[in-house]
């Protein structure tokens, strides 16, 4: 009696999971699959590549690689937060002369709208413990990478009332989070294969980021892939072979103090005259140069963002009234040297560029900008570019500006230099940054700096002053050979 009883138990519950099985390929299949709604946390870890999104060495190539000898993801679903730790060393590339790559290890967090990450304070001596500091830009991205893992993407797609219609075998979920639309291919294994989704970045605009999932298998009882590739900006930004998962670890991240009382700083734009009508626009960790001409002026990099261009464009307006911007003389492609572009372009400013960026901008300032409308998605106005190879002059009839490439390298392929000859002036990015006054010389030189060196000695520039469009003051050559350790080097 007692046996029959659980007999007909068992096939009761037989029939009550048979009942409950979803058609193959649906998004509530893959939550059964995947245990979506168990899965409250989830730890997973691994080593391959990472790759640092908008620094390409040239406009045609991808992010530069680096090597992860340890990734770890740990994200909590319910709240949603999210801990990544990464310590990864660039990939020597022998074709190209590089600063010798240094370990990096980040930790990175997010929780709710906050993020920040935790590292050793700027300037603190070797050793220092990490505190936490801020990263209000990168809650949008960290969220999404949230939503973006096989769980995270089932819950936020039931949480957000998904639509779903069937292709290849499975389905295609599509929801929106926030102001981010997501979409998501269910495979007719109930595997999520790949979430696309859209994130603002200053150049890019609405900006593609697609997560591919392969090689699903049982984690200690979680159903996860073992390779997660996603493609940000058309190339890679990681390349993951997961090791390890832990369903449901204790993830807790506490929004710090100064985190959660954090604002952007004010975007501030400090002017110091380094000769008449040529004006040195710093304040944050990426500065301008305005150049005065008869009837026009003449601007040396629109970095970073809008916000910086639109103030650097408001203190140029204050301090020369009255003249159009014509020119923005753009360094180089680099994301950080390219984010105010735009800006400038919806201005009226013509960007003067190396040739081989031009097709890039042209191609990437079409894409729509619908997440962070943008000046310039707003008057739609049409870019106009001045390219350089080799050597460029914008002048007046009074005062020539020399555009020069600085060839041969190893930072970019199309980076250009600025050097006004009866000013004895050079404005340059990323080949030299001075360091503190009272700080000692570089162990090792730069090669970036020394490849500036014999550009300048090369073209025969008389530099005396080198306003540098990073670093805390301006520099002169003298500053220049010590970094390099070449003071026993003729007057250039
Ligand atoms: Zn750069």
Known sequence: MLRNTVAVLGLAAIVATAACSKPAGTLEAAADALKASDIKSIEYSGTGKWFQFGQAPNATLPWPQFDV?????AVNYEMPAAR???TRKQTVDPTRVRPAPVEQRADQYVSGTSAWNMAPPAGAPAGAPPTPAPQLAAVEERTMEIWSTPQGFIRAAKANNATSTAANGGSEVTFTAGKNKYVGTINAENQVARVQTWIDNPVLGDTPVETTFSEYRDFGGVMFPGHIVRVQGGHPVLDLMVSAVKANPAVDAPV???VKTATAPPVAVTVTKL???VHYLTGGSHHSVAIEQADHVVVIEGPQTEERSMAVIAKVKET???????YLINTHVHFDHSGGLRTWVDEGSTIVTHQMNKPYYEQAWAAPHTLVPDKLAQS?????FETVSGK????DGKRPIEIHEIAGSGHNDGFLMIYLPKEKILVEADAYTPAAANAPPPATPNPFSVNLYENIQKLKLDVKQIAALHGPRLATMADLRTAIGATGSSSN
């Open 275 to 277: 000769a008449n009508g």
């Open 69 to 73: 000898t340890a990734y770890t993801a």
């Open 380 to 384: 739609r106005k049409a870019a106009t």
């Open 256 to 258: 710090p103090e100064n």
């Open 84 to 86: 990544v730790q990464i």
């Open 320 to 326: 020369i009234p009255n003249k159009p911007l014509k």
């Open 392 to 395: 460029h002059v914008l002048t």
